[in-house]
């Protein structure tokens, strides 16, 4: 079996030499370690907070570092710099420290004055995480949600009126594919019932 070779595409995809991948939850290591394996020399994890408030998975930070990505904690960005023509040249953060815990019980990243720096890159990936649409509260005013947005639904998956069902991140928030797979599974045996009168 010869080596995997990636499909030639219409729209070729970039990836720098340098990248700054914003965030530190899973989807930030997935896209450092996906960098580095297209071809990055240096890929860095930028995150305001320390290595101990990482949301990501902690065998997906050991794997990042295993794979070179370089973790740069309190960190938080504040500008992306630009060349005239549009390319990155670089990302402005300024240095932080960890204050009291915010309303999550999360300690808040205090910014520490004239603590600026810039990390020479030439590619900027931001991954900070993902909420529901807004607008699905706005157009659906029948749907119950709750403070963050989510659906709320009732123990067959069902919004509070017939004919709709949810499941997956939109109920839970962000969680598993597999747990996304469930809800889908039970959400499908519900409108299997509904359709046939069950």
């Given at each position: ?188 045996v519900e409108i299997d019932n509904y359709?046939?009168?069950k």
């Open positions: 079996m010869g080596a995997f070779k990636f499909p030639k595409v219409a729209t070729p995809v970039y990836v720098g030499k340098n990248v700054a991948v914003v965030g530190a939850g899973n989807v930030a290591m997935d896209a450092a370690r996906t960098a580095k394996r297209l071809g990055a020399e240096n890929v860095y994890v930028v995150y305001r907070r320390s290595e101990a408030e990482m949301p990501a998975r902690k065998e997906e930070i050991i794997h990042a570092k295993e794979e070179g990505v370089q973790l740069h904690m309190l960190n938080n960005p504040i500008e992306i710099i630009g060349t005239e023509e549009g390319w990155v040249k670089g990302i402005k953060c300024i240095r932080t420290q960890l204050g009291e815990p915010d309303a999550s019980g999360r300690r808040s990243p205090v910014e520490i004055p004239g603590s600026e720096h810039v990390f020479d890159v030439n590619m900027v990936v931001i991954a900070i995480g993902q909420g529901p649409n807004p607008l699905l509260r706005s157009t659906t005013p029948d749907l119950v949600t709750n403070k963050k947005g989510l659906i709320t639904v009732n123990e067959k998956e069902g919004p509070p009126f017939p004919g709709v069902f949810a499941g997956g991140d939109i109920v839970t928030g962000a969680a598993t594919v597999i747990s996304a797979m469930g809800a889908g599974k039970k959400a499908a359709i046939n009168g």
